[in-house]
């Protein structure tokens, strides 16, 4: 059974717009949390972090938020534009650090 | 800086064909790892390597083998291929004495068995 969802395999928004992409997950034990993006043909590329002390951690047009009590995060693109369209993955570990839980990944496509 | 590298990028085997899909990596990292990637399921650790001469099993191990040859290539064995085993498979490599315990990939080799 998968420890980390994502229930929305895609997502189409408008240039410029805001991008909301969701995670769930289901082991309260997890402390720590990543984004990662990835293009087709290639590996996914590290995005953006979050530890579970916080709640939020933002770098440029990217914020993750963290809502423990409902183990729900979510990823902002704020704007969105077109060079975001890729397959969005977000991570989860437990205080092993060695292992990491994938969603299954919400495929982003920002409109022109 | 190459990063992690990744051959063979595509392979075609039948059914109980052995191969072995290698993994290098540059950046001096302790840790790395092996994922397989299915439509659906996102990615899921098949092994890993916390560093130089150590492995463990990660969720789906079955099937596979791997070597820690040494701080740079991971290698990763099917001894005899399934249908099943059709998939992407990353490798990727991770400090893990950093704040940030991001992991950096390689491009994927595509595996099909027939």
């Known amino acids: 059974d998968q420890q980390v969802k994502q229930n929305s395999p895609s997502l189409s928004v408008q240039e410029g717009r805001i991008s909301i992409l969701n995670c769930d997950y289901t082991?309260?034990?997890?402390?720590?949390f990543l984004w990662y993006k990835k293009y087709p043909a290639e590996g996914p590329t590290f995005l953006i972090s979050?530890?579970?002390?916080?709640d939020k951690n933002e770098d440029g047009r990217f914020t993750v938020f963290l809502n423990k009590s409902a183990k729900h995060l979510s990823l902002h693109i704020v704007p969105s534009q077109p060079g975001d369209s890729a397959v969005y993955f977000c991570?989860?570990?437990?205080?092993?650090?060695?292992?990491?839980?994938f969603g299954s990944g919400t495929k982003l496509n920002v409109k022109p | 800086n190459a990063g992690v590298t990744q051959t063979p990028k595509f392979q075609v085997l039948k059914t109980g064909q052995s191969m072995t899909l290698q993994c290098a990596q540059d950046?001096?990292?302790?840790?790395m790892y092996w994922y397989r990637q299915d439509p659906g399921m996102g990615l899921r650790l098949i092994y890993y390597?916390?560093?130089?001469?150590?492995?463990d099993k990660g969720e789906v191990p079955n099937g596979y083998n791997v070597s820690r040859l040494n701080k740079r290539e991971f290698s990763l064995r099917l001894e005899s291929a399934a249908p099943s085993q059709t998939s992407v498979y990353f490798c990727?490599?991770?400090?893990?004495?950093?704040?940030?315990?991001?992991?950096?990939f390689g491009p994927g080799t595509r595996l099909t068995v027939t």
């Open positions: 979050i530890s579970s002390i916080k």
């Open positions: 082991n309260s034990m997890f402390d720590y």
């Open positions: 390597s916390a560093s130089e001469g150590t492995t």
């Open positions: 991570a989860a570990s437990l205080n092993n650090f060695n292992k990491f839980y």
């Open positions: 950046m001096n990292h302790n840790s």
């Open positions: 990727a490599s991770s400090e893990s004495d950093r704040v940030i315990y991001e992991q950096y």
